[in-house]
């Protein structure tokens, strides 16, 4: 219970009317006494009934969704009491930013629900709690305020910015193309090694009905390695790396409706990290969809390392590391390099991305060129997100090495800037 400042006054009022009584003995201080005293219990009996029976409900249908989508979640206040409330206020406690989830719902009837949709432009990749949920009632005067918290386990997973890259480049592999590798499998591949008995777990799908007929069990197909090159992302999470600028808020019309009129624009923060996250799933994305096998790692807070898949399954397992990555490392890019290089195969693509340009990235390219590994880089211009200039002189060295080098600017659209950012030389 919350008092608020009404009841001072009241109470004040309450107490000279009750000396003047004394003091003059009229009645009509007496009365005035009564009734201001009767006005502060009526009120917190009416309060303390208000908030009783009440229960707030949020549902929501998707739990994964990008950065730039619309998050639309219903609120359900429930009276579930035979008297009504004449205001009642939901004050949504989560984290989630932008959210537009508190609301004054007045005249609630005996027995009845009073519902509201709220859309929220997410602006920021994490993951967050939907709740807890507040709710605020109190007596018609506003001397006394009461209030309920009610908390929720429902999490909103938050993917970082995605773009549907057209192009970016894709480096021939240390193997020729057009003949199979003798290792087996579990994806499904162009080459087909032959057939098995069926075991419990096999895909349906890759049962081959003319050796089951002719066998008459069950027979499976094996596959063996596509000869294409693995793709590796490699991140730089390290913490003293990444500059950050003043960031400020979107302005977003308060009405709902807009959301459904216009599309949002997607603005990301100035911070160099944010930017290469969205880097690197649109990326991941990019050669996913290409057919080609992809892995990430990583040094945040903690050592992250997918090993090399296809499919929409590995892209959502990185987009899922990624909206938890934080620039919280503490071995830099070197480390990084030195660290997964070993356990990457010959001939693989490599996506370095990086804020820093100095002779640690050259030295960790070196490395990568010495294991007959093929490079690429990805940086953010240290001067548009107010930092130093960054060495030419180590950029000029990497493309004279052929060694693509994209240049990402803050401002910059991030699947035009990745596109184009190669042709920056």
Request: hydrophobic content about 40%.
């Amino acid at each position: 219970m919350l008092i608020r400042r009404s009841f001072w006054i009241v109470l004040c009022l309450l107490a000279m009317s009750f000396i003047a009584g004394i003091y003059t003995r009229s009645f009509v201080y007496y009365r005035l006494t009564y009734l201001l005293f009767l006005i502060l219990i009526v009120s917190w009996l009416w309060g303390f009934l208000s908030i009783r029976g009440l229960s707030v409900n949020r549902y929501n249908r998707l739990v994964k969704l990008q950065v730039g989508s619309i998050f639309e979640e219903r609120y359900e206040l429930v009276n579930l009491t035979w008297y009504s409330r004449l205001w009642v206020q939901v004050e949504d406690l989560s984290k989630l930013p932008m959210s537009k989830g508190s609301k004054v719902i007045s005249a609630v009837g005996g027995n009845q629900s009073r519902a509201y949709v709220v859309r929220t432009l997410l602006q920021q990749r994490g993951v967050f709690r939907l709740g807890p949920t507040r709710i605020i009632t109190g007596d018609p005067f506003g001397i006394f305020q009461f209030q309920s918290e009610h908390p929720s386990e429902k999490r909103l997973m938050v993917l970082p910015y995605m773009a549907e890259l057209d192009e970016f480049p894709s480096l021939p592999g240390f193997l020729p193309g057009g003949r199979a590798l003798r290792r087996r499998t579990l994806e499904v591949s162009p080459h087909a090694a032959g057939v098995r008995e069926y075991a419990p777990g096999d895909p349906l799908s890759r049962i081959h009905w003319r050796s089951t007929a002719r066998r008459d069990r069950l027979m499976v197909k094996e596959f063996e390695q596509d000869p294409q090159a693995d793709v590796w992302i490699l991140l730089d999470a390290h913490k003293t790396s990444h500059y950050r600028g003043v960031s400020t808020k979107p302005e977003i019309p308060k009405d709902q409706f807009w959301f459904w009129t216009h599309k949002p624009k997607v603005t990301l923060p100035p911070d160099s990290f944010e930017y290469l996250i969205s880097s690197s799933a649109s990326i991941a994305n990019y050669y996913l969809r290409t057919g080609r096998a992809v892995g990430f790692a990583s040094i945040g807070r903690t050592f992250v390392a997918l090993s090399v898949e296809r499919g929409e399954r590995q892209l959502i397992k990185i987009l899922e590391t990624l909206a938890l990555m934080e620039s919280e490392g503490s071995l830099p890019l070197l480390g990084l390099i030195g660290a997964q290089a070993p356990m990457i195969t010959r001939g693989s693509t490599v996506v370095v991305l990086t804020p820093v340009c100095n002779e640690d990235l050259e030295a960790g390219v070196d490395g990568l060129l010495r294991r007959d590994l093929r490079p690429i880089v990805v940086l953010t211009d240290p001067v548009t997100f107010g930092e130093n200039e960054m060495s030419s002189r180590i950029i000029n060295h990497l493309r004279g090495r052929e060694v693509p080098v994209s240049i990402l600017f803050y401002g910059d659209d991030i699947k035009a800037g990745l596109e184009i950012g190669f042709s920056r030389q």
